[in-house]
Every structure is written in C-alpha cells, then in structure tokens.
C-alpha cells in the first residue's frame, strides 16, 4: 500500500513538471499540467475541452487517425504534433500518446506527453530560407560551402555575365531576374545531367561545383563546352531574345577555392571574350605570392616586433559603448604588415600560439590602461592549446580590470565543441565576453554555437559586402537578423565601407557596425577615442 501511495505521489510531480494532458476515454481533456497552462496565452485549454479542438488543423485529421491505430493496437505512438495555444507562431512538440487500459482490456484514459520543439522548428524555417535564392531557386552560397566540404572538391568555378547591370537599367528590373532566371535554367539544363551543381552567388555571379570529385582538366572541359553552349544561342526574356557574353573563371586547390575562382574571374573579365577558361591553381598562385616569411616571423618574435592595432567598433544608436578590434601587425623596417600575409604561414609553424599570446597580452594592457573593450581573434586551434588557454586565464587575472571580448573564428573546422565550451566558460568566469565570428558563411555547426550562448554574433563581411545589389544576401542577413532578435544576441556587421551601407544597416537595427567608414585601423588607441 505505501508503495503504492509512494508511485502516485511520483507519477503527479512527474506530470505536473512537464507538459502534459490528459484525456478521458471519449476524447475530452480531464487534467492538464500547469507548465504547459503557462504556454497557453489564450488559456484556450479547460476541462471538458475536445482533445480535436487542442490540435492544430493542419494536423488534426492526421494525428487523430493516429491516435485510433494506438488505441485498437494497445500500443503507443510518438511522434511530432502541431498545437492551438494562440501565440502568434505555431506551437510545435515531440509528442509520445498512451492509451490506458484496466484489467478488462477496456481503454480508460489517455495521456499525451509533449516536449516543447516550437523555437528549434522558426529557426530551422529561418535558416531554410536563406538556403535558396528568390529570383532563381538556386541554392546560395549557404549550401555551396557545405557542399565544398562535403564532396571535398579540389576545383570551383565562377560565372559572370557580362555587362548584366546595362540590361537590368535599359530594360528594367524585372527583365534583369527575368534574365537571371532563364539563364539559371539553361545552366541546370546542361550542368545537371553533366554532375555539376549551379549556386546563386550574388547579382549576375553564379557558382559551379562537381557532385564528386571530378579531375580539374575533365571539369575545365566542361566549362568550355558551355561557354560554346551559351555563345551559339540567345536567351528569351519577356519576347525578347538576348544574346549573352559570359566570363568563367575557375580554382584549382585544397583550400580557399572560392578565392581562387573569384582571383580567376577577375583576370577573366579583364579580356574582351571569354572563350579561354581562365584557371587559378593554388601552387602557382602560392608561388607567385611566397616570401620566405619564417625567418621574419622569428625574428619579429625575438625582437617583440607584433604590435596590435585598433579597429572601432560603433553602435549603431548610441545606446550601447562602442569598442575596439585589435588586429595584428608585423613591424617590418618601416611597414606594418597586415595578417593576410603572414599568419596562415605562421599556423603551419610552431610560432603561431607565440602571436596569439602577444596580441592577448598587448589587448589586456591596454584595455585596463585606456578603460576600454577589446575584442580578440582566437581561433579553434588557440582553444585547444593548453598552454595559450592558460596564458590568456593567467592575463586576465592579472589585469581584472581589463574588458576583453573573445571573437571565436573557424568555429566550422572542429566537430567537437567540449574545448570550446570549456574555454567560453572559463574566460567568462573572469569577465570576458565572447562571439562568434564570421557568421553566416556555414550553418553546419548552427546549434552548437547557440549552445555557447554569445554575447554577440559578427556577420561574415562577405554578406555585407554585396548587401545592396544581391537580393541572396539581403535574405540572408535579413534570416540571421530574425534568429538574432529571437536570441537576444546583438549583431555586429563587418565591411562597412560606404555611406549606403551604414544608413542601410543602421536602418535595419544592426547593434554595432565596423569597416574603414566607421574608422580604419590605428595602432595609436588613443586617438580613436
């Protein structure tokens, strides 16, 4: 008898702490748990009410007809069902339903237990509609850098048309994405059958990527077939027949293809016909690129010769305090060397972890020093090396009255997050901050970095870049704006460059904006301020 008195007792605590409803053997709701009367805002859930009334009719007939089969098979059912609470958004929850019965076989109740899913399906919707572009249904850069590591492709090319902009202002917008559109689908038409996927880049520029790993000489082959294709026939746009020039450029490499399709277009257009593929391999491009850098960066090292500069950070209404980037340079004679030519050299040595510490000890100084926040790159590899996680504690305990914040890069190159989690714990403990950088180049890792809980989220300065002339980064960021509000996590908006841009982002609520209109690097604090 008392064991029994013990397992009621159980069973109600364990129904009142989750969301769960009850319903009679007839169909009508008896009991209800108060967590989820609290995510009822229209309090439409009450004894007596239909459990039919309850479900969503989008739903509604499907889930009853199953709900019967589990009835008649004595069985239970899980799955995922769709709720009338009256929040302006649909009310989502995994589900299980169980049918009880007494010692006769005959049913007695029914108890639905649900676990609440709604925010995890918006932001699945959200992110979906950042992965295809509007005006032609291609997928967009989103999917073409998951597809990149997924095939682990060692070719990508780029499509531009030629003198696009002089359509769209002749003849009007809506014959521009008219033309976009018909020209997409002569793409698909003969990269498809070809294994070779098309992705809207941005304006009239147009991604290709092998759905395996195709030879680069086989691939190049198959770009010149088209640019034949294309050049032996016109395009119909709205009656009109519309003869095309096209520029293809292609990279050839293991890493930063993209870059090196974009270096290859470039040299593309800089002729009159794109008849000649224009290839960019990474071994030539490195070797037209190289300088010896180690022996520089030695002895840069020896003499403390990484300095950090200063990039301002603005809010964009004046409500929140502004602050700094600090970004590495190398002194070198009378220069200081931006990282773009030196610090990919720098990760291959054993070097690398020294700059790190470097620029964290110089960020640290001078923010206690001029009572100002600074933000710091780490990357996944500064994370996972214990000995820069310990230096980077060690500083800031030391300077308690420092403001750092840490911007984690390359958060897509690392399947396991336990590092970084313990990390942001860590700095966090001794009040830093951290964000995640480059947002919006890859969803791959999406949940896991909500997981880390940002106190802010830098949008990748390729979307804001083209934001007002392509429509695919406008959707973007308009997507990322929505998850953002949602989480409560302020946005940062790299590659402010011009005017236009500023008003349009400020115009669109960003928190914080950063590029050479807001303000150029300074290694002089001081006069930032």
């Not at 053997?25 to 748990?33: L, Q, T």
């Not at 790159?377 to 996680?389: F, G, K």
């Not at 791959?444 to 830098?458: C, E, G």
Request: glycine content about 4%; charged content about 25%; some cysteine.
């Amino acid at each position: 008898m008392r064991d029994c008195k013990i397992l009621e007792q159980l069973m109600l605590a364990m129904e009142s702490a989750s969301l769960c409803v009850r319903v009679d053997a007839n169909g009508h709701i008896v009991w209800v748990s108060e967590t989820l009367k609290q995510l009822d805002s229209q309090q439409a859930i009450s004894p007596g009410l239909p459990l039919s009334k309850l479900l969503h009719a989008d739903v509604r007939g499907q889930l009853l007809d199953q709900f019967d089969y589990s009835v008649t098979q004595q069985s239970h059912w899980q799955g995922t069902v769709k709720l009338n609470l009256g929040n302006r958004r649909a009310d989502w929850f995994k589900a299980i339903f169980v049918p009880l019965f007494d010692d006769s076989q005959n049913l007695q109740e029914q108890v639905l237990m649900l676990q609440d899913i709604s925010r995890e399906v918006f932001l699945d919707e959200l992110l979906n509609e950042t992965r295809f572009d509007h005006t032609t249904g291609l997928p967009t850069r989103v999917d073409l850098i998951a597809d990149i590591k997924r095939v682990n492709t060692q070719t990508v090319a780029i499509i531009d048309i030629r003198k696009f902009r002089s359509y769209a202002d002749f003849y009007g917008l809506e014959f521009g994405d008219r033309l976009l559109f018909n020209f997409s689908e002569t793409c698909k038409s003969f990269f498809y059958p070809r294994h070779i996927n098309i992705y809207r880049l941005y304006g009239d520029k147009f991604a290709l990527l092998p759905s395996f790993r195709m030879v680069p000489a086989l691939f190049e082959q198959q770009l010149q077939r088209f640019y034949a294709h294309i050049i032996d026939r016109q395009i119909e746009v709205n009656g009109a027949n519309v003869a095309l020039d096209i520029a293809i450029g292609m990279g050839v490499g293991k890493a930063k293809l993209l870059q090196l399709a974009e270096s290859a277009l470039a040299r593309a257009k800089t002729v009159f016909s794109g008849e000649r593929i224009h290839v960019v391999n990474e071994r030539e491009f490195s070797a037209k690129n190289s300088i010896n850098w180690l022996p520089k960066i030695q002895s840069a090292i020896k003499n403390n010769r990484f300095i950090n500069y200063y990039q301002p950070i603005r809010s964009s209404n004046g409500q929140r305090p502004d602050y700094y980037e600090a970004l590495v340079r190398m002194r070198d004679g009378e220069q200081d060397i931006p990282p773009g030519f030196f610090l990919d050299k720098a990760k291959t040595t054993r070097y690398y972890p020294e700059i790190t510490r470097r620029v964290v000890e110089q960020a640290v100084v001078h923010s206690a020093q001029h009572n100002v926040q600074i933000s710091v790159n780490v990357s996944i590899e500064d994370i996972l090396n214990a000995e820069t996680v310990a230096f980077i504690t060690d500083q800031l305990e030391a300077y308690p009255q420092s403001r750092l914040i840490f911007e984690i890069t390359e958060t897509e190159s690392t399947e396991d997050f336990s590092m970084v989690d313990e990390f942001t714990r860590r700095v966090r403990s001794l009040g830093a901050e951290i964000a995640i950088d480059d947002f919006g180049v890859g969803y791959s890792n999406f949940s896991r970095l909500i997981q880390l809980r940002p106190d802010y989220l830098k949008i990748d300065g390729s979307i804001i870049k083209n934001i007002l002339e392509d429509a695919s980064s406008a959707s973007i960021l308009n997507g990322m704006i929505s998850i953002c509000r949602e989480l409560k996590i302020p946005m940062v908006a790299e590659f402010v460059e011009t005017e236009q841009v500023n008003g349009y982002l400020t115009e669109q609520q960003i928190e914080f904006l950063q590029g050479y209109y807001i303000g150029r690097p300074s290694p002089d604090i001081i006069k930032l301020n």
